[in-house]
């Protein structure tokens, strides 16, 4: 199996992750990983569950697991994904990691389980330049389908040049981070609309 990255921080630091074959998905770059991480737990959002979309090969929810996070949901539509993500798990012993395939707009449409917590944390990372980036903010910057905490925090990974909107339903950028070609933009929702 190719590479997939490693865990850089945590219970499972420096193990290495599988990737699928052919190189169909996109690692988080350890610079990005431990910037965005770093972010996450400086403002203590590993306390609770992490919610991995367009999840790849599980590294943000592997990494988020193993500095602490109690529970890791990993969706993603391709299978093939799907298996290394659980393969990438077992490796790494883990408790709290759920895979759902599932294309994540559908999945967002139908709101939180009610028998799920609110997620703390979460991550979008679809491929660059897919409107579907905008369609999944849409759906978690609605409070009625209930997918974040109150104080809950959203990441999009994008293409620099792409900039995500400011606003999405009750998200609201607070800032972008650079690294090269990538970009990190965190969306809060402001105390009015939690």
């Given at each position: ?150 104080d809950g925090v959203v990441v999009a990974k994008h293409f620099w ?9 009750e998200l609201r950028a607070s800032r972008r981070r650079r690294y ?15």
């Amino acid at each position: 199996m190719p590479e997939g990255g490693r865990i850089i921080a945590g219970t499972c630091r420096g193990m290495r992750l599988e990737a699928p074959r052919g190189g169909t998905t996109r690692p988080l770059s350890d610079r990005v990983k431990e910037s965005l991480f770093g972010s996450l737990e400086a403002e203590g959002l590993l306390g609770g569950p992490f919610l991995d979309l367009f999840a790849g090969t599980g590294a943000a929810g592997i990494e988020a697991l193993s500095r602490g996070a109690p529970r890791a949901t990993f969706v993603e539509r391709d299978g093939g994904n799907c298996a290394v993500i659980g393969a990438n798990l077992r490796r790494t012993r883990l408790d709290g990691g759920r895979v759902v395939r599932a294309d994540v707009v559908a999945f967002l449409h139908n709101g939180r389980p009610t028998d799920d917590q609110p997620y703390r944390a979460c991550l979008v990372d679809p491929p660059y330049g897919d409107p579907i980036l905008s369609q999944a903010l849409e759906l978690l910057g609605d409070g009625a389908k209930g997918w974040l905490a109150p104080d809950g925090v959203v990441v999009a990974k994008h293409f620099w040049r792409d900039e995500p909107p400011p606003e999405v339903g009750e998200l609201r950028a607070s800032r972008r981070r650079r690294y090269g070609e990538t970009a990190l933009t965190f969306y809060t929702r402001p105390e009015e609309a939690a």
